[in-house]
Antibody
Framework: QVQLQESGPGLVKPSQTLSLTCTVSGGSISSGSYYWSWIRQPAGKGLEWTGLIYSSGSTNYNPSLKSRVTISVDTSKNQFSLKVNSVTAADTAVYYCARGLGHSYGYAFDYWGQGILVTVSS | QSALTQPASVSGSPGQSITISCTGT?????????VSWYQQHPGKAPKLMIY???NRPSGVSNRFSGSKSGNTASLTISGLQAEDEADYYC??????????FGGGTKLTVL
């Protein structure tokens, strides 16, 4: 059974960098045709796709966040990470990491982490 | 990219059927059969309910079904049960190879 677990600071100051890590267990991050994504959800609002990475290191980002977001992968640790630069209160959200399936499964997200609340405040 | 459009809320009585729509464009929903649906209970992570417009993952009740016509996808829940009360989100692959979610629909079981 694949499991994903987010980790990182729960409080970040405005203008600083938000950094989160997702640790994958129960399977290799390098296996299969999967991709790995970050999705966030402000309190009381909907889901917002942030970006994705393949184990090869290939990435794609939400155009609205592209200038501030970087996703990286460390296959040796079975982890992938998210960095969001120059954060504001608008970046306050629950951040989920998720596994994405290939085109045979419509690129759907089948496994999700439990989510981590990140608050941007001084 | 703009979020896909979903109704903010829908409701139904136990045993009834409801349908939630998800409207996009020819660059996402209309252009590909890569629409998925997620159920989210309060305080929980989303759960995949439908992928590839119409397919159910193993373990998901056959009361949940999906369809698509043009730029609009739909999720139908039949035989509504109390535990179906949750938020539902659609998602689609896009022509830019990004992903996009709908704004979400709150389902109330009366």
């Amino acid at each position: 059974q694949v499991q994903l677990q987010e980790s990182g600071p729960g409080l970040v100051k405005p203008s600083q960098t938000l950094s989160l890590t997702c640790t994958v267990s129960g399977g290799s991050i390098s296996s299969g045709s999967y991709y790995w994504s970050w999705i966030r959800q402000p309190a009381g609002k909907g889901l917002e796709w942030t970006g994705l990475i393949y184990s090869s290191g290939s990435t794609n980002y939400n155009p609205s966040l592209k200038s501030r977001v970087t996703i990286s992968v460390d296959t040796s640790k079975n982890q992938f990470s998210l960095k969001v630069n120059s954060v504001t209160a608008a970046d306050t959200a629950v951040y989920y990491c998720a596994r994405g399936l290939g085109h045979s499964y419509g690129y759907a997200f089948d496994y999700w982490g439990q989510g981590i609340l990140v608050t941007v405040s001084s | 990219q703009s979020a896909l459009t979903q109704p903010a809320s829908v409701s139904g009585s136990p045993g009834q059927s409801i349908t939630i729509s998800c409207t996009g464009t020819s660059s996402d929903v209309g252009g590909y059969n890569y629409v998925s649906w997620y159920q989210q209970h309060p305080g929980k992570a989303p759960k995949l309910m439908i992928y590839d417009v119409i397919n159910r993952p193993s373990g998901v009740s056959n009361r949940f079904s999906g369809s698509k016509s043009g730029n609009t996808a739909s999720l139908t829940i039949s035989g509504l049960q109390a535990e179906d009360e949750a938020d539902y989100y659609c998602s689609s692959y896009t022509s830019s190879t990004t992903r996009v979610f709908g704004g979400g629909t709150k389902l109330t079981v009366l």
